[in-house]
């Protein structure tokens, strides 16, 4: 009986403490580790890295959206060669070229250990996933990219020490969610596979940050628009298409309704806000998982801007009930605070500064002059 009760004691002294910072009490995956942080010396907004203190990094699922982008903000602050770019997808010529690619499919746990070693990792920051509409047409595999490989990814970031970055996502959230707005903290009962693998992650996360002192961080994403990468398959695809279309035809047929209000954000600022959070102070973060927002339109809305500065955009709705769905269960707006207050977050783009930035950079001139450059 000592036994047990000291037991419970060690068990509820973990369970209560805020951050653990202990020795992993059991090995994961078979392997004793000692949970190591990166060291977070630097002050926030305006760290810079000397090259002996530079992260080393690995982004997985690098090719899609977001991960090029990252990887050039990335590079340019700790150097080209600290920053790899992972997916098991072939990267366009300029991709290739431009820095470190490796194959790595996040669901063979050897040869991602075998990458982190190799490669002496210490901050690891998983894109790969399988969005939300594409993720209710292959469920089996998004739940084995989204949940089986977030397994592989944790108990090598634990195993490792590395700092972890994973994003959630507006789609972390449900219809029984408080909606307009939505706080970090609130019921969560996703109807998603998509949104219920980010619940997982970012309990799993925590957990392991909690348990085995795994320095887990998460933003949870709006919907991001960018003019030079295509979206993977979400229900804010719209967002991305219609400035397309806007200048191709002067016509696009929306698969939302016109007034699905929903939270977005300019990829510049997802990327800023993602550098940020990884650089922050350990003490500043109260929490592990925040919100991060910048604007909130429907499609309507998006249109009408578009349209100061193209007039004859010409807008039909020709709804996907499955993305109609999806989107009615999600936020319409999202509760940033914390994450403005605790790491000092702040957006730069609002909607007209968003329509202007993607017609400029979308602007036939502009495409035919790179087309040349390249
Ligand atoms: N783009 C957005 O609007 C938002 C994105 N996020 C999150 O940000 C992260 C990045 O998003 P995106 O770049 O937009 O996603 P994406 O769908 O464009 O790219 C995901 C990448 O994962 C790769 N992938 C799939 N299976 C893999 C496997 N077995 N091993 C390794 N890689 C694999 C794909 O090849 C693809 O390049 C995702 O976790 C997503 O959930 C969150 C909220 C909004
Ligand atoms: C908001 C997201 O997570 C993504 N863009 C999607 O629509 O699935």
Redesign the pocket.
Known sequence: MPVVRTLTRTVKRVLQSPVCGCQAVTSVRFIGFSPRQVTSDASFHSVSFSEADHPRVLI????????VGLAKLLRKRYGNNNVIL????KPPDHVFHSGPFIY????DYKNLREIVVNNRITWLI??????SAVGEANVPLARA?NIT?LHNILDIAAEHGLRLF??????AFGPTSPRNPTPDLCIQRPRTI?GVS?VHAELMGEYYHYRYGLDFRCLR????ISADSQ????T?DYAVQIFHDAIKSGRFVCNLKPDTRLPMMYIDDCLRATVEVLEAPAESLTMRTYNINAMSFNPEELAQEVRKHLPELEVAYDVDAVRQAIADSWPMNFDDSNARKDWGWKHEYDLPELVTTMLGYLSPQRLDAQAQAS
């Open positions: 997985t699922g690098g090719l899609g959206q977001l991960g992972s997916d098991i997808r790595s499919d996040i669901l998983h894109y790969s996933a399988l969005l990219v490989g994973v994003p959630s996502t507006i789609g998509y980010k994403y709006p919907g991001i979206p993977g398959g979400g804010t």
